[in-house]
């Protein structure tokens, strides 16, 4: 297929896109004290061709307060002068900047600045944990608030942003709040009727074009429709009504869905480009060009997008953290070379935990500043030598790659007949297909340089790798699933589980499964719930068991886990947190009540699978003689993440050849100003 289409320049108002590749707004986990590392995230996608490169949320005001989380401040002249970098650098760059300035009424906490969390009515705040309200704001409040604004949009134009948007989506916008009839219980000119509850959100509109004075563009994130939440706006009703009512009046139109665990569904859930039969309406409605997102990292898809009239410039937040570079791959015909994002959601778990991004494709994100990594550029070797990697798990094929790229010689072992380690067992899992592409990306590249040989089926000992004479040898052996019940809330074994239970690595080894099934869950991630719905699909009964309050609590982070709970429910499969096992006696796990440890009825099994810890495979790491000069990495070094296996593969190969003090790490520091 032609591309061209993606790299046509793009009218906005008074300024031009140079192509369509537009880097929506997202957040990124770094705060306004960590401008440099926040400035270079987004210069390196201008440099990977991204047009537009847009700045995440930020505040108006301190009466917009989510200071738990590293949410940008745009409050006033002393945020101006961080911004003005970034536009420099990526004016410099060839690409347009964008910010997207917000207040978040009901989302407020209210605690950081002592200021009341604002709202169009006297309700609770949309953080059902914290015990404070919000105060209706009366017309002065309003007043100021539009001052705010205005007065946010004069600081763009000082910034040097060429597009400012005016944000209304993830039910985490004060316009938003007034504009749905869940949070807006006014009776005066701002409630009640559609038009009533629209006039804020045009007020702000209308005045933002006229601070920006035809010198920046004005565009506006909406959410069209809610998947999640109230569910008071959908697409065939006020989300439709909202685009005509306000149809001319910005000069972009960026729309989505809410909330915004619905907004970047994970690949598990949501196919790329989902977002299609909620926002395809757009178009029909304004004559102003339309940006939209959908995990896009096919430039088919892409392309089919603007063929058809859905959108006009392509969104991407999560597949420009993967490859900063894709655009520049479709535009040199490197389409293979894609980094494709997997849609894990690490990325939004790390900001959720107020950390800067980490990604699982992407080991140098967030280190563009602070280790000067970058994406696609790995520094030439200080002298060509010969590494030896065992194991093509994440980690291994990951090393392999940067030290190819480097210029060393690199040779591959694998044990078993394909390549992968943990993640060609894992993709196999229900809805983990994507998962594949960490392996896919990394062998592909791989199989491409001549400085590399990969050897599958190759169990090496420690005496054939000391006769292999390689001058450094990276082990990457991973780790195997514990059975004696040791997990993330009990660091003791269970007493029954080592003869009794089955592991993750069984069932993927294909293990004969007996019904009924109960798994154990101490590790509270994907894999109780994605081998729950395996053993359903296989037909068995099954009973998830888990010893915190909710199940699979980590993908809270990743948005996900009301529709885990909603998918288990869905296919019969019991659920009994807060629960854990005291001992497995025959087969029967006799299990209590976490909190209180009031025993409960114990329940039979056919099988039992436990999920806790995992052992790193350091047996051939332990027998390498001495004078082998070794590294081990990923789950050997410390089971844990596919994200962080491969950050560790990716820094032990930036890090090979450099003494310790030689290695970059920069850190933000405050400036003290007493």
Not at 129 to 135: A, E, H, L, T
Not at 231 to 245: H, L, N, P, Q, S
Not at 271 to 292: A, D, L, N, R
Not at 537 to 547: C, D, I, K
Request: hydrophobic content about 40%; some cysteine; aromatic content about 8%.
């Amino acid at each position: 297929m032609n591309y061209d289409l993606l790299f046509e320049p793009v009218k906005i108002g008074p300024v031009t896109a140079p192509n369509r590749f537009f880097s929506v707004p997202h957040a990124n986990g770094h705060s306004p004290l960590m401008p440099n590392g926040s400035v270079m995230m987004r210069e390196m996608k201008a440099e990977g061709g991204w047009g537009t490169v847009s700045m995440q949320l930020a505040e108006i005001d301190p009466g917009s307060d989510i200071s738990n989380l590293p949410i940008e401040k745009f409050w006033d002249e002393q945020d101006v002068k961080s911004h003005a970098r970034l536009t420099e650098r990526l004016r410099a760059r060839g690409a347009l900047s964008a910010i997207e300035i917000g207040h978040t009424g009901l989302r407020s906490r209210g605690m950081a600045n002592g200021f009341p969390v604002l709202g169009p009515s006297n309700l609770s705040t949309l953080k059902p944990g914290i015990p404070v309200q919000c105060k209706a704001m009366d017309k002065a409040d309003i007043r100021d608030l539009r001052k705010s604004y205005r007065d946010a949009i004069r600081r763009s134009k000082q910034a040097g942003y060429d597009i400012t948007y005016v944000y209304a989506a993830h039910d985490a916008s004060i316009l938003w709040h007034f504009l749905s009839p869940v949070y807006n219980r006014r009776t005066d000119e701002y409630g009640g009727s559609f038009e009533n509850r629209l006039r804020l959100f045009r007020e702000v509109l209308e005045e933002a074009q006229d601070e920006a004075a035809g010198e920046i563009a004005i565009a506006v994130r909406f959410a069209v429709h809610e998947l999640s939440g109230p569910k008071a706006i959908t697409c065939d009703g006020e989300g439709r009504d909202v685009v005509e009512a306000l149809a001319e009046i910005p000069d972009l139109w960026d729309v989505n869905v809410s909330g915004w665990n619905r907004d970047s569904g994970t690949s598990r859930f949501d196919p790329e480009g989902f977002q299609e039969e909620f926002t395809s309406f757009v178009k029909t409605v304004t004559t102003k060009p339309v940006v939209g997102v959908g995990r896009f990292t096919s430039p088919d898809a892409m392309v089919s997008q603007i063929r058809r009239g859905v959108l006009d410039l392509i969104g991407g937040a999560r597949p420009s953290i993967a490859d900063p570079f894709l655009p520049n791959k479709i535009r040199e015909g490197r389409i293979e070379d894609i980094r494709e994002c997997i849609g894990c959601n690490i990325c939004a778990a790390s900001d959720a935990n107020s950390l800067p991004l980490r990604c699982t494709q992407n080991p140098t994100v967030s280190e563009e500043w602070r280790r000067g990594w970058h994406p696609e550029n790995v520094p030439a070797a200080r002298s060509q030598k010969h590494a030896l990697v065992v194991g093509s798990g994440p980690a291994g094929l990951e090393a392999a790659l940067t030290l190819a790229r480097a210029g060393h010689r690199v040779t591959v072992a694998e044990k078993a007949d394909v390549f992968g380690g943990r993640v060609a067992r894992e993709c196999l899992l229900p809805g983990l297909s994507a998962w594949g592409r960490v392996r896919d990306y990394r062998l592909y590249q791989l199989q491409q340089l001549s400085n590399v040989d990969l050897y599958a089926q190759s169990l090496l000992t420690a005496s054939d790798i000391a006769a292999f004479e390689a001058d450094h040898v990276f082990v990457a052996t991973g780790s195997t699933w514990e059975r004696q019940g040791r997990g993330h809330t009990s660091y003791e074994p269970i007493a029954g589980f080592q003869d009794t239970a089955m592991t993750p690595d069984d069932v993927m080894a294909g293990k004969p499964i007996a019904g009924p099934v109960i798994i154990y869950d101490d590790d509270h991630y994907y894999m109780g719930h994605v081998l729950a719905l395996k053993m359903v699909r296989e037909g068995h009964a099954v009973t998830l068991v888990s010893p915190l309050s909710d199940i699979a609590t980590w993908t809270n982070y990743t948005l996900e886990q009301p529709r885990v709970v909603a998918e288990l429910h869905q296919a019969g499969v019991g659920l009994m947190p807060n629960t854990f096992a005291q001992k497995c006696s025959g087969n029967r796990l006799e299990i209590a009540r976490s909190d209180t440890k009031e025993e409960l009825q114990s329940l039979a099994f056919g099988t039992l699978i436990h999920i806790g810890l995992r052992d790193p495979d350091l047996a051939l790491y332990n027998a390498l003689p001495e004078g082998v000069s070794s590294t081990l990495i990923g789950d050997a070094l410390a089971p844990g993440l596919i994200q962080a296996a491969v950050f560790s593969g990716h820094k032990a190969a930036m890090e090979f050849e450099t003494a310790p003090g030689e290695r970059v790490h920069n850190r933000e520091a405050p400036i003290l100003f007493v």
